[in-house]
């Protein structure tokens, strides 16, 4: 069987998620493993292009991994017609423009989200690549973790019944960076920057959401900056604009409930940095990145409330840790997987249609969009469907 090339433009390769998620843990990883199985049994190999604005770093980066190819030179990176897959990992307030242009260049289109900084900008993307019939795929990391992937073989067994509600908790503790460094960039923490939770995970829950339990029919939103000061990268002080909690609730058609709480200022007491009870008719599950556990209805304890009395009973011990039935290689970076399945849709002709793919990605941005709305106007908001650009 045959290795097949496939060039990728990597822009943003020198940023955080650039470099460790999607450079090194990813696309490296896959060169490295010699490429990714095709169904007729040749192998696509990526052959890569880093693009960034910072010739010392992309030349570093370069040199520490055995890479040849690099450029400060976006436009001359998208007429190369050696590179057909243009990726995006930059901040999003840079992403709209260069990803008009790959589009505009022939390029398949894979990115990080938020796609945009505005729904309609998110839309407008989705229509330009239906227009061109260019397949364009969108990060959905969480749905190839362990846990969720767990979750996944239990909700197609049946193993729930009906769901009736799902209950989120995410975040941690981000220092303020005055006494010990913040673990996130200060941009984060300026809404005119584009940062803010709602805008960074909104996008993340409504694809967990809708690809797990289903559409989203409308969506209340409280948010907060609990913390308003704050000291950036250079030990300066600064005004945090943007939200850093948010607390949402998402009514989903068929009627299941989904309570969300993010946070950048909540001190981790849970086994994982997000975890998601899901409660059914016939049983339960609480749910991590890599974890879960369940309880039948079975199995179900019969709690009393009395509060004048203390309950000795140990309500963990009544969860049962789902295995990981994975086989002796066990799970693989989310990030790394994604890829090898967008690779092989590329690289098999499949078509324009992938199925986490602009469109997909405009639906996170007008969740957080409306969440925000939501926030700001204190009321409810309903979403129709969005199945066509």
Not at 34 to 51: I, Q, S
Not at 240 to 262: C, H, I, K, P, W
Request: proline share 4%; hydrophobic share 40%; glycine share 10%.
């Amino acid at each position: 069987m045959a290795t097949r090339r496939i060039g990728i433009i990597v822009n943003g390769a020198t940023g955080r998620m650039g470099y460790r998620q999607h450079l090194v843990r990813s696309l490296l990883a896959i060169r490295e493993q010699g490429g990714v199985e095709l169904a007729g049994g040749d192998r696509l190999l990526p052959e890569l292009l880093l693009v960034g604005r910072n010739e010392e770093k992309l030349a570093e980066i370069a040199e520490r991994h055995g890479l040849q190819n690099w450029t400060t030179d976006l436009d001359a990176a998208l007429a190369d017609d050696d590179y057909e897959v243009y990726f995006d990992a930059l901040v999003t307030s840079r992403r709209l423009d260069n990803l008009k242009q790959a589009i505009a260049a022939g390029k398949a289109i894979y990115t990080e989200k938020p796609t945009a900084e505005t729904f309609e900008d998110a839309l407008e993307l989705a229509r330009l690549a239906k227009a061109a019939g260019a397949v364009s795929g969108v990060v959905h990391d969480k749905l190839y973790l362990p846990g969720l992937l767990k979750l996944r073989r239990l909700i197609d067994s049946g193993f729930f019944g009906r769901i009736l509600s799902v209950r989120g908790e995410f975040g941690y503790w981000v220092y303020e960076g005055d006494w010990q460094p913040a673990q996130r960039p200060s941009w984060n923490y300026r809404a005119e920057d584009g940062g803010g939770i709602v805008a960074d995970m909104f996008p993340h829950w409504n694809y967990v959401i809708e690809e797990l339990f289903g559409r989203i029919e409308d969506v209340y939103a409280q948010t907060a900056t609990h913390i308003t000061e704050r000291w950036d990268e250079n030990g300066e002080k600064y005004t945090a604009t943007a939200d850093d909690a948010a607390y949402g609730v998402f009514r989903l058609e068929g009627g299941t409930v989904v309570q969300m709480n993010s946070s950048w200022d909540v001190r981790v007491h849970r086994d994982e940095l997000v975890e998601f009870q899901i409660d059914g008719t016939d049983g339960s599950a609480v749910v991590g990145l890599h974890g879960a556990w369940i309880q039948p209805r079975e199995a179900t304890p019969k709690p009393v409330w009395n509060p004048d009395v203390k309950d000795e009973h140990n309500y963990h011990d009544d969860w049962i840790e789902v295995p990981d039935n994975q086989g002796p290689a066990g799970f693989d970076n989310g990030f790394k997987v994604q890829w090898e399945d967008f690779l092989r849709h590329v690289g098999e002709g499949r078509g324009a249609e992938y199925p986490y793919d602009l469109l997909a990605g405009a639906r996170g941005v007008r969740l957080a969009e409306t969440g925000l709305a939501s926030a700001a106007e204190g009321r409810r908001i309903a979403l129709d469907p969005l199945t066509e650009a």
